[in-house]
């Protein structure tokens, strides 16, 4: 915190803290900290798996072996090739990371492809095509080098593919039009197997912070252009604000062409940059960080996305909870400062708490479409409406079929309506399982800065999976591609060891 030494704002807090020091808002803090250290919570954290227990169970047992040996195998054929492999022009393709740069790029290519090239074949299944061919960069990594190809079992793996299993077990089940089953069942699960791929593609950490960077540069780009649509004061389409809503110049959109969306990549992103401002050491990365932090934050703002501004107040209060909760207070204190004196964001915040928009919303609006799927779910209870049929893009391609259908704004109820309880407890434990092993990889993590990356990454899916509650998120590809990609980058920070950072004799994993 050199570089922050001696400022006014330090010095500000440094008074505030001097003065609150007894006040009753800090006992309470301090008391509930000493509550914490003996709660089932802190407990339970205490008790998620580390490293050592991966081994255990046994479906993971069982699969783990074989992995072993299949690599015991081809470890003869890596030896005997060794300079082959690590000198000749062939050896380039082995760095397969930088095939990440596309699905790191989904926003742009699609943007390009669907507004410039317009060739419908290749605007429809281009994200197809590299998922299919990232599949094969790892299988090419998974024979010539044992780095990147995950040694054993991950422990998301598993849940992921339960999860997709399910998923398609139901769809057979309740499914009146197949081929509409079909394309649900893809919309929901296809972007998962990105998991795999960045894990196959990620062996170093090398690896893994190129791709962070990646994220953060395409994120600052993303936020740039949308503060200025917002300067500029770019025309939007009036049904992004309510008929009886005042004084809403335009909302930012950038090229995602949804405010909400882009809302969504800030909170996903803005802790990530956020742990590297507060990690690195160096004064002018430390303000690139801070700079990128900023105008996320700006961006942010700007996209007068009330869903993603609830995300964002939960995944920074996650990040300083689990970084530092000293900051807790501070951070509280800046987003009363922002709400108090940024209108856009006072008006918006007021406006939602009106009888005006809950009038309006019960109308024709988010509320109103919530009770609708509640009473759907109630006459659909255990299997659903069927996958595809309601609440996504895959129900509004077809109109023509589901007339009444809409976005239901709440990706949650939206699964439970197409696919019964079942499917909404499913989907839940899928991201219960995310939360647990991000935690597990960074009690597991043994590198600070890779600890402090895994806070960053692991706030920002909190973000995601509150934001999910008041949209569809996960009914946007990229998004459920930025997820997942995220959740393997924390799985391989905590969980994975490279071939120079194991122990002599010991196996990579």
């Known amino acids: 915190m050199s ?55 046994f479906i993971r047992s069982g699969i783990n072996g074989r992995i072993r040996s299949r690599n015991q195998a081809l470890e003869s054929f890596r030896i005997r090739n060794q300079s082959f492999l690590k000198t000749s022009a062939f050896a380039s393709w082995l760095d397969t990371v930088k095939f990440l740069g596309f699905p790191v790029l989904y926003f742009v290519i699609d943007y390009v492809l669907r507004n ?125 604000v309510d008929m009886a ?122 509320l109103v479409r919530w009770q609708t799927g509640m009473n759907m779910l109630k006459q659909n209870l255990w299997l659903g409406t069927g996958i595809g049929r309601f609440g996504g893009a895959v129900a509004m391609n077809h109109k023509d079929l589901f007339p009444d259908t809409f976005y239901m704004d709440n990706y949650y109820l939206k699964t439970a309506v197409e696919g019964g309880i079942f499917a909404f407890l499913a989907f839940a434990a899928l991201m219960i399982s995310v939360l647990r092993w991000s935690f597990g990889a960074l009690t597991a993590c043994k590198s600070q800065r890779k600890k402090t990356m895994i806070v960053g990454m692991l706030s920002g899916l909190i973000g995601i999976v509150v934001h999910n509650f008041f949209e569809n998120v996960f009914e946007v590809p990229a998004m459920v591609t930025y997820f997942w990609i995220v959740a393997a980058m924390i799985v391989y920070a905590g969980f994975g060891k490279t071939k120079e950072e194991a122990p002599k004799g010991k196996e990579n994993g």
Request: aromatic residues 16%; positive net charge; contains cysteine.
């Open 3 to 57: 570089l922050a030494k001696g400022s006014v704002f330090l010095s500000f807090f440094g008074k505030l803290g001097s003065h609150a020091k007894h006040s009753a808002v800090v006992s309470f803090f301090q008391k509930s900290g000493a509550f914490a250290e003996h709660s089932i919570i802190l407990s339970t954290l205490k008790k998620l798996p580390g490293k050592e227990d991966l081994e255990k169970g």
């Open 116 to 240: 410039y090239v317009q060739i419908d074949i290749l605007s429809s299944y281009w994200d197809e095509v590299i998922l299919i061919t990232g599949f094969c960069f790892g299988f090419f990594r998974l024979i010539f080098q044992s780095e990147g190809a995950y040694n054993r079992t991950t422990p998301l793996g598993i849940p992921v593919l339960l999860f997709i299993m399910f998923y398609t077990a139901l769809m057979l089940m309740n499914s009146p039009d197949t081929a509409i089953g079909i394309e649900g069942l893809r919309a929901v699960t296809q972007y998962m197997l990105w998991y795999f791929v960045a894990l196959f593609l990620i062996g170093k950490d090398r690896d893994l912070n190129r791709v962070y960077d990646w994220f953060l540069i395409m994120g600052s780009a993303f936020a740039l252009h949308g503060i200025y649509q917002f300067v500029m004061n770019v025309p939007m389409p009036e049904h992004w």
């Open 245 to 366: 809503e005042k004084g809403v110049r335009t909302r930012s959109f950038s090229i995602i062409g949804s405010p909400n969306i882009l809302g969504s990549v800030m909170t996903l992103l803005i802790p990530m940059s956020l742990a590297l401002f507060f990690e690195e050491k160096k004064t002018f990365k430390k303000l690139v960080y801070l700079g990128m932090t900023g105008f996320m934050g700006l961006c942010l703002i700007f996209t007068q996305s009330r869903g993603a501004w609830i995300g964002f107040g939960v995944a920074i209060l996650a990040f300083f909870l689990i970084y530092d909760r000293r900051y807790i207070l501070p951070a509280i204190a800046a987003g009363l400062l922002v709400f108090i004196m940024v209108p856009q964001v006072y008006d918006r915040i007021v406006y939602m708490l009106s009888e005006e928009y809950i009038l309006s919303s019960m109308t024709g609006g988010r």
